[in-house]
Structure formats: structure tokens, C-alpha cells
């Protein structure tokens, strides 16, 4: 939605967003704060954002031919908004946590099977949270660390527990998780503010569950609360 707000133009079907700059010297009066290489059969990422390590906002590189998180994302730490979903991603590395002020993190259909530890360092500023469609065996405490989340898609995985701890996220108004298709009666996957009472639900038996002294909910506990 952001980037929609931002006035764009288009060249060699790439996606460049610029914003006025205060400058000392004749340079530049521009400076490129969102890019898109959506479905450009890329597996490194291209100069014409290398050069933008510095002001870049909001870069988007879904759907293309990515084996691994690239290293040179890690030094763009202003970004807010990162998109590599239908990528061939195997982990998030432990250094996403340099991105210190991401507030969106979209990286479905990928081929993840863990998260770092580290993620939940990113909860000053991480209130979007996209990992459905992938291969993850396990959601780690560390994810309940992440106190800003509205948002957090997690359905199509791989895990057959979810961590207590999820209460604590008491900002959550949108909770993706394909459990739900499962409770009687049967609930839409994707609970969201109009479905609130699903996730406050949820929060309870967290809460309950916790009391009993467990750290974890299983899909069959789940499903029969």
C-alpha cells in the first residue's frame, strides 16, 4: 500500500520510485527509495539496486530465481518493506536482525524449513510478518518476541505445534494459519479483524495451556478447544 502512495515511473518494465533530496553539491536531486525486479529470472541482485544500498525503502524481489538470502540486502538497513516470495529460499539468515527498521517481511512460496533465532530482534519495528507456502518444521519462542506484529501469515507449513508465547503478541489482527479449516465450526484460514474473537480465542487457550505448564499447542488440542 505504501508503495502505491508513491508517485512511480517505469523504465525497462523495473519499478523506480524517487524522492525529492537536500544536497550540498550539485548531485543528484533524486534519490530511489522503492524498487521492484518482480519475475525477472534473477538468482543476484542487480547493480541498479546495489547502488541504492543507502536510500533504499521498500525492494521487491518476488518470484525469481533466488537460491539464497542475499548478503548485500543485509547492508540496506533502511529498508521497511522487503518481497521475496516464489523464490527457491532455503533459511532467513541470522543477520536479518541488521534490518532494524523493517516493518514488512514477505517471504512466501519459498523453501524455508526453520527461523533463526535472531528474527526476533526485529521487534521494534516488524509489524508484517509473511512466511505461508513454505517448509517450516518449527515456530521458535523467538517469534513471540516480535510484540509489534498485526500481521503474521504461517499457514501451508510444515510445524504440528504452535508456541504459547503467541499471546504475547497482542497487537495481532491478522493471523494466517490453515488450522483453523479444521475447527468445528469451520473457520476461513485467515483470521483477521472481523474474525478478531478466532484469535482472541486462541490467546486463551495460549494462556491456559501455559498455566498447565506447557510450552506448546498441538494441532489436536487446537482443534477440539
Known amino acids: 500500500n505504501k508503495t502505491k502512495e508513491l508517485s512511480r515511473s517505469q523504465s525497462s518494465d523495473v519499478e523506480l520510485t524517487r524522492t525529492p533530496t537536500s544536497r550540498s553539491s550539485q548531485t543528484s536531486l533524486h534519490a530511489t527509495i522503492a524498487l521492484s525486479f518482480c519475475n525477472k529470472e534473477l538468482n543476484s541482485v542487480p547493480k541498479a539496486v546495489i547502488s541504492h544500498t543507502?536510500?533504499?525503502?521498500?525492494?521487491?524481489?518476488?518470484?525469481?530465481?533466488?537460491?539464497?538470502?542475499?548478503?548485500?540486502?543485509?547492508?540496506?538497513?533502511?529498508?521497511?518493506?522487503?518481497?521475496?516470495?516464489?523464490n527457491r529460499l532455503k533459511k532467513i539468515p541470522n543477520e536479518i536482525y541488521q534490518l532494524s527498521h523493517l516493518e514488512s517481511l514477505s517471504l512466501a512460496s519459498n523453501y524455508i524449513t526453520?527461523?533463526?533465532?535472531?528474527?526476533?530482534?526485529?521487534?521494534?519495528?516488524?509489524?508484517?510478518?509473511?512466511?505461508?507456502?513454505?517448509r517450516i518444521e518449527n515456530l521458535p519462542i523467538d517469534l513471540c518476541e516480535l510484540s509489534k506484529l498485526k500481521s503474521l501469515w504461517v499457514q501451508n507449513n510444515a510445524f504440528t505445534a504452535l508456541p504459547v508465547q503467541l499471546c504475547k503478541l497482542t497487537y495481532l489482527?491478522?493471523?494466517?494459519?490453515?488450522?483453523?479449516?479444521?475447527?468445528?465450526?469451520?473457520?476461513?484460514?485467515?483470521q483477521n479483524d472481523k474474525r478478531v474473537d478466532s484469535i482472541g480465542k486462541l490467546f486463551a487457550l495460549c494462556k491456559r495451556t501455559m498455566e498447565a505448564h506447557k510450552i506448546e499447542i498441538d494441532f489436536e488440542t487446537f482443534i477440539q478447544d
Open 54 to 86: 543507502n536510500s533504499l525503502l521498500i525492494l521487491d524481489l518476488s518470484s525469481n530465481h533466488f537460491n539464497e538470502f542475499p548478503q548485500e540486502i543485509l547492508s540496506m538497513t533502511k529498508l521497511k518493506s522487503l518481497k521475496m516470495d516464489s
Open 173 to 190: 489482527r491478522e493471523f494466517g494459519l490453515d488450522w483453523f479449516k479444521y475447527t468445528f465450526p469451520v473457520l476461513a484460514m485467515i
Open 114 to 134: 526453520a527461523l533463526p533465532s535472531t528474527i526476533g530482534k526485529l521487534s521494534k519495528s516488524l509489524t508484517t510478518l509473511n512466511l505461508a507456502f513454505n
